[in-house]
């Protein structure tokens, strides 16, 4: 069996806990999300996390764990809760540990729009000519074994992409398939500008009519097994209307 971890995520559901687990530079995005939109940020977030477990929820092979719950040994496919995973994800990954291997990745997908004029040139040269050392883990592109992977490895994926680079030859397969999708909304932190400059509610704003033309448009082939849950962003999106 082959274990999902969704990492922490925020209470949306019950907005006196919601308001409680906001840390102070967020709480500002936050407070200018809802001054903008008519549908608060923790209702909009929520409906993005309830159409990941959808998603999850037709992943072959796999259950969704608590950390506490994941036996030794066992593999670990680590998401936060806004990701999607191809529904054969579990099956692929543990016939590529077989072998014995500690760990696999594959190729990072990403639905998104760049954040700024540095952000798109990135996702081309990554196109280009690979990732970077230091990206060859993204949110939700490995799965590792833990033990000998830790938690750290499992819940940030700049610690995952230093351990992969650490293992010998073998140590961690790579896969050239299309195995997950990185959903980044219009709500995700790197967007609002949490883990770094904050955006001004006029950026917001100009990036609203660019994140429903996102999910309008269909999904390359090899990212199909996506498009149920894009086509229901794309609904979420078009409800998501400014206050007057």
């Known amino acids: 069996m082959v274990h999902i971890w969704v990492r922490a995520t925020l209470d ?3 907005e006196r806990a919601f308001e409680s687990q906001l840390r102070d530079r967020f709480r500002e995005q936050v407070a200018r999300w809802d001054a903008l939109f008519e549908m608060p940020f923790r209702v909009f977030r929520s409906r993005v996390r309830e159409i990941a477990r959808a998603n999850l929820a037709q992943v072959e092979g796999a259950v969704v764990s608590a950390w506490e719950d994941v036996p030794a040994g066992a593999i670990v496919l680590p998401c936060d809760d806004d990701d999607w995973f191809r ?3 579990a099956r692929v990954v543990e016939q590529a540990l077989a072998g014995g291997a500690a760990g696999v990745r594959w190729t990072s997908s990403f639905l998104e729009v760049p954040t700024h004029w540095r952000h798109a040139l990135g996702i081309r040269r990554a196109r280009l000519l ?8 993204t949110t939700n592109n490995y799965a590792l074994r833990a033990p000998p992977a830790s938690r750290l ?6 610690a ?3 351990w992969v680079r650490e293992q010998r030859s073998g140590g961690v397969r790579v896969l050239d398939q299309r195995l997950s999708l990185m959903n980044r909304t219009l709500a995700s932190q790197t967007s609002l500008g949490h883990h770094g400059v904050a955006r001004s509610a006029r950026t917001v704003l100009r990036k609203l009519p660019r994140y429903r033309r996102l999910y309008e448009r269909p999904l390359a082939p090899e990212l199909k ?6 086509d229901a962003m ?7 209307e400014r206050r007057s």
Do not use: I, K, T
Request: glycine residues 2%.
């Open 87 to 89: 529904p054969d994800v």
């Open 130 to 137: 690979g990732p970077r050392p230091e990206f060859l883990c």
């Open 225 to 230: 097994w996506a498009q149920p849950y894009a």
């Open 153 to 158: 490895e499992l819940e940030n994926h700049l």
């Open 160 to 162: 995952a992409s230093r």
């Open 12 to 14: 949306y559901d019950d």
């Open 234 to 240: 794309r609904a979420l999106m078009h409800e998501l």
